[in-house]
């Protein structure tokens, strides 16, 4: 696994013309954000953050997609519920 993301660091450098750390730092960056996103939207869902500060916090079409997949979440446990 390590060796693969090494060749993948390494083919992003590349095709970047950029050095491999800075591939490293623009994916650390990408991937707290995106883990960061998950948390805010997950105490949205929780009710620990009302929908005003969620939308603040990481905008408006993302928590409308959270929203949705609330939604279809909800709807296919009353269906199995219902089965």
């Known amino acids: 696994m390590a060796a693969e993301i090494s060749d993948r660091v390494r083919?992003?450098?590349e095709a970047?013309?950029?050095?491999?750390?800075?591939?490293f730092e623009q994916?650390?960056?990408?991937?707290?954000?995106?883990l960061w996103e998950?948390?805010?939207?997950?105490?949205?869902?929780?009710?620990?953050?009302?929908?005003?500060?969620a939308i603040e916090l990481v905008g408006l079409e993302n928590v409308q997609q959270a929203d949705?997949?609330?939604?279809?979440?909800?709807e296919d446990v009353d269906w199995g519920l219902d089965a």
């Open 27 to 34: 994916a650390l960056e990408l991937g707290i954000a995106d």
């Open 38 to 53: 998950n948390v805010i939207l997950g105490k949205y869902i929780d009710g620990e953050l009302s929908r005003e500060e």
């Open 68 to 74: 949705r997949e609330t939604a279809a979440v909800e």
């Open 16 to 23: 970047r013309g950029v050095p491999e750390s800075e591939v």
């Open 11 to 13: 083919e992003i450098a």
